[in-house]
């Protein structure tokens, strides 16, 4: 089972998560989300967990549960929803007018 955790402090990492959820049964991976240009944690990460009993008493235990002074949120995670490339930002940008090299004359607003 693929478990989602939010609401993590900044200095939780892989191994530290792995360790949260050891307690409960076998981890297969553990992974705090890191952005991807400073390399810092986003505050949220996933565990998977082969055995859907232990992982359910996981969630159930740890879910609520404060982590370095933080109330952590622990659900099982929903699949990622596919992401199309005209997403809801406008359809493509069609609409997107270029003022390079226009002489308007417009009498300076800016």
């Known amino acids: 089972m693929n478990i989602y955790v939010s609401n993590l402090s900044f200095n939780v990492v892989d191994e530290d998560l792995k360790a949260f959820f050891e307690e409960y049964g076998e981890v297969s991976s553990a992974r705090v989300i890191t952005d991807k240009f400073t390399g810092r944690s986003r505050g949220f990460g996933f565990v998977e967990m082969p055995n859907d009993e232990e992982a359910q008493k996981a969630i ?50 800016y």
């Open 60 to 109: 159930t235990e740890l879910d609520k549960g404060v982590v370095e002074g933080r109330p952590i949120t622990v659900t099982e995670a929903k699949p990622r929803e596919e992401r199309s490339n005209s997403g809801g930002n406008g359809g493509g940008g069609g609409n997107r007018r270029s003022f390079a090299g226009s002489n308007r004359g417009g009498g300076g607003r």
